[in-house]
C-alpha cells in the first residue's frame, strides 16, 4: 500500500490551477482512491492559495460534480496578489475527493491533507 495513505500520515495534493469560474472549473485539491473510499478519510489541515485573478475572490471546497456541488467547509475569502497559506481548523473529514473552486479566476491552490483511519 502506498505509504502516503497510511493513518496519521500529513500529505500534498496536485498543484490545481483554477481557470474557469463557478463549479464549471471544478478542480481536485486531493483525491482518495476508490478503493479506499469507505475506509479512509482525510481531514484539510492547510490550504495553499495564489490569486491572480485581479481581484479579491472566494474558494469554496467541498465534495461532488459540477452540477451538484456541496460547500463542506465555509467559502474563504482570499486577497488578490497574495501567495497565501491557510491553516484550517476544521473536523470535517471528507470520504471521497476534496474539489474546489472560484468565483474569479485565475488562483493556484494546494491542500494539505491528513489521512484518517
Not at 479512509?40 to 491572480?52: E, F, I, Q
Amino acid at each position: 500500500m502506498n505509504p502516503n495513505y497510511l493513518a496519521g500520515i500529513n500529505t500534498v495534493g496536485p498543484t490545481a490551477s483554477v481557470v474557469v469560474a463557478a463549479p464549471a472549473g471544478l478542480q481536485t485539491l486531493y483525491t482518495i482512491p476508490l478503493a479506499l473510499v469507505g475506509v479512509k478519510t482525510a481531514k484539510l489541515r492547510s490550504l495553499h492559495v495564489l490569486n491572480n485573478s485581479g481581484g479579491d475572490t472566494f474558494i469554496h471546497i467541498g465534495t461532488g460534480t459540477a452540477l451538484a456541488f456541496v460547500d463542506q467547509i465555509p467559502a474563504i475569502k482570499i486577497i488578490n496578489g497574495f501567495d497565501d497559506t491557510i491553516y484550517m481548523d476544521s473536523e470535517y473529514e471528507f470520504t471521497t475527493d476534496i474539489l474546489c473552486y472560484c468565483d474569479a479566476v485565475p488562483v493556484v491552490a494546494r491542500a494539505d491533507v491528513e489521512v484518517i483511519g
